[in-house]
């Protein structure tokens, strides 16, 4: 089988699985798998629009940007820009940046999906990413955070949370940069440089030596992962933000409780 088809089929998967169809925010960070979903969405019926968050880092977040716009440009779409320091958050200022990056990437896809109607927001998340996610947090005994070990995760539209879709859930990382060089996609090859040398890297390394001697074990993994996930206790509530009206844990969102803090630095 030809490896678009493959690649192609892989997604399609996804997609009648869940059922997915409408209206999907498409969330670009200029690197090379968001490019990848992104291009192959555009192969189904659905209605894209695509977004790009700029979180301020200098010397990053504008190159991102501009490989976001230039694909966005290519696919005949406009791209829509959410920047953070409009809310008033100012990355540098934090200690905790990758986590406060988190939780604002989460927060802004979530409202900018909500407010243009959209039913899914798609993300560029791979099956690498995913498997070493979960390797990780094994290593860590942190499996709560298996929570969402799966291609698409409900949405609730009483707390106007909107659902997520991860179109590249069961494709490798070489298979997305084959697919993006196959198509000649820009991309920015550039890490964050907030990234540290994080101990997924050789997690990743470790998970993708075993593939090579056992061809499929990780789509194994991804698939086992999802059974627990399925089988995990969900209790925890969600509701309200009391300030925004978004998901929150807790009476105030994370995000409100970050814009009033930099409100005061
Ligand atoms: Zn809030």
Same mark, same amino acid.
């Given at each position: 089988?030809?490896?678009?088809?493959?690649?192609?089929?892989?997604?399609?998967?996804?997609?009648?699985?869940? !059922?997915?169809?409408?209206?999907?925010?498409?969330?670009?960070?200029?690197? !090379? %798998?968001?490019?990848?979903?992104?291009?192959?969405?555009?192969?189904?019926? *659905? !209605?894209?629009?695509? *977004?790009?968050?700029?979180?301020?880092?200098?010397?990053?977040?504008?190159? /991102?940007?501009?490989?976001?716009?230039?694909?966005?440009?290519?696919?005949?779409?406009?791209?829509?820009?959410?920047?953070? =320091? %409009?809310?008033?958050?100012?990355?540098?200022?934090?200690?905790?940046?990758? +986590?406060?990056?988190?939780?604002?990437?989460?927060?802004?896809?979530?409202?900018?999906?909500?407010?243009?109607?959209? #039913?899914? @927001?798609?993300?560029?998340?791979?099956?690498?990413?995913?498997?070493?996610?979960?390797?990780?947090?094994?290593?860590?005994? #942190? @499996?709560?955070?298996? &929570?969402?070990?799966?291609?698409?995760?409900?949405?609730?539209?009483?707390?106007?949370?909107?659902? &997520?879709?991860?179109?590249?859930?069961?494709?490798?990382?070489?298979?997305?940069?084959?697919?993006?060089?196959?198509n000649k996609l820009p991309y920015c090859n550039e890490?964050?440089?907030?990234?540290?040398?994080?101990?997924?890297?050789?997690?990743?390394?470790?998970?993708?030596?075993?593939?090579? =001697?056992?061809?499929?074990?990780?789509?194994? *993994?991804?698939?086992?992962?999802?059974?627990?996930?399925?089988?995990?206790?969900?209790?925890?509530?969600?509701?309200?933000?009391?300030?925004?009206?978004?998901? +929150?844990?807790? !009476?105030? /969102?994370? *995000?409100? &409780?970050?814009?009033?803090?930099?409100?005061?630095?």
């Amino acid at each position: 089988m030809d490896f678009e088809k493959y690649f192609m089929g892989r997604i399609r998967s996804v997609i009648d699985r869940y !059922k997915i169809k409408g209206c999907i925010a498409m969330a670009l960070s200029g690197g !090379k %798998d968001s490019m990848a979903a992104f291009h192959a969405l555009t192969n189904f019926k *659905f !209605k894209l629009i695509p *977004f790009y968050i700029d979180l301020g880092i200098e010397g990053y977040s504008e190159k /991102c940007e501009k490989y976001a716009k230039e694909i966005a440009t290519m696919l005949g779409y406009e791209l829509h820009v959410v920047r953070l =320091k %409009d809310y008033g958050i100012d990355l540098s200022k934090e200690k905790k940046k990758c +986590s406060v990056c988190g939780t604002a990437k989460r927060y802004l896809m979530n409202k900018f999906a909500f407010e243009n109607g959209c #039913n899914y @927001i798609a993300t560029g998340h791979n099956l690498s990413d995913a498997i070493t996610f979960a390797f990780n947090n094994l290593a860590s005994v #942190n @499996i709560l955070n298996f &929570r969402g070990m799966k291609p698409v995760l409900e949405g609730n539209e009483n707390v106007r949370m909107v659902a &997520r879709f991860k179109p590249l859930f069961y494709l490798k990382d070489d298979e997305c940069m084959k697919y993006v060089e196959m198509n000649k996609l820009p991309y920015c090859n550039e890490k964050c440089p907030y990234q540290k040398e994080a101990p997924t890297v050789e997690l990743k390394k470790w998970i993708h030596e075993l593939e090579e =001697k056992r061809n499929g074990i990780m789509l194994n *993994f991804a698939k086992s992962f999802e059974k627990i996930e399925e089988r995990m206790e969900k209790k925890q509530e969600i509701r309200q933000c009391s300030i925004c009206g978004y998901p +929150s844990y807790g !009476k105030i /969102c994370k *995000f409100c &409780r970050l814009r009033e803090k930099h409100a005061k630095i």
